[in-house]
């Protein structure tokens, strides 16, 4: 693992490589100058520009860095399944500059210091910013209001009460109101807890026949209606999570045609499993929500395509190998998910789901714009936060090169299609293969 | 993707023996009836005045049980007793390991007090197939039942006695009754009677005990008791949990009896000749008249003794395929 | 090669049993056969010396020492000893002695019964072929076979001995 501090302000060229930014709707090739923290210049190099380094991108892409809307960093509380350090340099590796961290730390996400820690750590470290989500309810508990104003000055992004039950219609609505008032994105993880037992898979013929507790469809649909009917109600701008069901996507589909200011992403793991590859009670599929059916997963890709799902998120789970080393009911889910975030989302492309510019959208663009954020593009005099993909490179995803502290995911040994070459931070080096 | 080995592949050798017994899905016709015949052989051995074989002498079985039993662990410390093993009993309450010792470590300790087999009762679907991926594989894995996902030694019991009562499989009917959604033993009933090719398998309960994809086991769903058990040759009954009641799955438990009790009004809807079962405990005028329970038609006394010979058959079976497959990977002959 | 006639072979074991094994005990003896041809033997022979004492029958099976190798046999008779195997003389007949390991597993059997005063040993075939330290105290004929070829006792009306090559 390498943690030594990348270096500042460096004059740097990536020549030859195919950049796409679509917020400039441009595909094409070309060399890109940075110097100064900032992208100098796309094309024609700057009046006498002397690179300190020289970086070959022939047949690579050059694509702003990723903008991750959900990427668990474990500190602080939970450093033994991964902290801010190992974490963001793993982001880097996966060509991420910058993730937005839910408030389920320990203690909670929900005052300023927190908030303070967590980008004061991220900072340190270097790798990639850390964009806090702040608690929606003290605590989480779902009973009070949070001190959103603070939060948000603090450097929340936004507020989630993630997948916590909330008291009360009556609770939720005014959390939601109150968010208004400060033009506070809310991130919602719709789930109804009461359906949804712990330990859990899809209920279908899968979940009958292994014995495990089934999760229906329906415990997502029945938070997601009723938080969209609150959303409506209050204004309030709405964000919805990892989206799991078919049924889901239409209610999304409906709500932004009405005109609610509604946006949603998936998993890009949910993109790609589904319930019946849990057979041998294998917990790397431990997700939460679970892995639904063919046909919701042909649902999900196809909402990714129209763009009723703008954006895709990795849901980084890293966790500690005691977590998953027991019966599946008993593991915790989750999925350690930078590797494969750029790979797996950019096999859309391939597959003809997506086009580079809509890849590059549903992974930088959007949700940078979703969040306020200057960057997820590469405008000459902005920050140089970019990345440089391969995408003929293929390579097997194995536990030596998981990079996050977490080895948990369900894709070992499964070979990846692209691979992450090259990636700066502000104008510094975050992440350099080799 | 990570492959995984499902239970039912896990459990053979690749000569088709069994090496754990974790399920009985995808069990062969051929297998299914070696175990049923290998459990005749041990019911006269039951009859005999010394009732103990040396199959397993020498050998350490461990009863692990993570879910408290007296019934279930008493069966197999008796058959494993009766092949001349050696028997250790662990009752772990899912508390004590929740106080910091994990199950991976419980096992390593366990491995290496030299143990041979593991019987093995939890309340988490997949803990027996958890062990036997993670156990040295010289250690045979026998599920006493785990979580809503299996309890074939209790399904090859019943299909035991549905031989022994009424012969070829091929032309009966048989119904399941009760709380279908929390059982196991119904998941490994419905998997062990289509391996023996039984002509019809019937549940039968209300919509909230029973999962609508059932019938994806191969199984019929019937909410009518009435109409279920029409024509019927086997009837078992599931034991009805009291906290059913609490968690809205049933109003009462008189609607329940009402509804789905095996009265006598109702057996007689059943074939004149129908066999009566229940893997017990029974709740007398609950799931079953007590009149019921006590008459000609009911079996289910003879199926707590044909137990010790069914879990000696499995038991031996299990220990013979460890054996062979370390003997064919040492380069021994047998 | 021809094989013998059974009944013949039965006669001269009934009189050598009364010449030479009668005389070790100070009363009459109990005999067991072991399943299946040792017990098809036993019952003629149990009937031709008039034995009083109910023929018992043994099967060896859950006491060879090749489970773990060969597995279970699952066709196994029930053992029946209807007497007190306790300081019994006991006669085991069984059809072909060869390396010994059956009668090894019969006496293991019968020693989880009780401990019977003595044991005589009777077989149809001798194949001596010996693993073990056994020998038969009555044999019916002594047989030198080439090592690919064995001898098998088919029955129980007629009682027939074949010869047969196994191509192993």
Redesign the interface.
Known sequence: MDFSRPQFNQRIVIRNGRVIDPKQVLDQKADVYIADGVIASIGDAPVGFKPDLEFDANNMLVIPGAVDLCARVREPGQTQKGNIHTETHAAAAAGITHLCCPPDTNPVLDTRAVAALIQERAYQSGYAHVMPIGALTRGLEGEQLSEMHALREAGCIGVSQLRRPVKDSQVLMRCLEYASTFDLIVFFQSEDQSISPR?GMH???TA?????P?IPESAETIALSRDLLLVEQTGVQAHFGQISCARSVELIANAQALGLKVTADVAVHQLYLTDN?I????S?YHVRPPARTEADRQALIDGVKSGVISMLCSDHQPHEA?AK??????TEAGISAFSHFLPLSYELVSQGVLSESEWVQRIAMNPAHLIGLDAGHLGVGSNANLCVFDPNMEWTLKKENVYSQGKN??????TMPGRVELTLRDGTISFRRG | ???????HQ?QLTPQGQLRHFLTT?GLSTELLTEILDTAESFVSVGKQAVKKVPLLRGKTVVNLFFEASTRTRTTFELAAKRLSADVLNINISTSATSKGE???DMLWNLEAMDSDMFVVR?E????P??IAE?VTPTVAVINAG?????HPTQAMLDMYTIRRHKGDFRNLKVAIVGDVLHS?VA?SQVHALRGLNVGEVRVIGPKTLI?T??D??GAKIYYDMVKGLKDVDVVIMLRLQKERMQSALLPSESEFYRLYGLTTEKLAFAKPDAIVMHPGPINRGVEIESAVADCSQSVILQQVNYGIAVRMAVLSMAMSGQTDMQNALEGGDA | MIMPEVAPLLDSMASDITKTVYPKHNKRPAMVGIHTGGAWLAKELHASLGLKQPLGLMDISFYRDDFQGKGLHPQVQPSNLPFNVEGQHIILVDDVIMSGRTIRAALNELFDYGRPACVSLVALVDLPRRELPIQPDVWGIRMDLEPQQRIKLSGPEPLTLTLIESNA
């Open positions: 330990g209920a279908g013929p009958t026949r292994l014995g495990l089934g590859m057979d041998g009670f294998n790397a005691a080393a027991e019966p599946f009911p008993t995911t369900p894709f070992l040994g499964r | 993707m990570t492959p995984t080995i499902p239970p896990l899905e994990s199950l991976m939890h988490a679907s997949g803990a197939h958890f993670h785990d979580g809503r996902h299996a196991r998941r999962p994809d059932f994806t086991l």
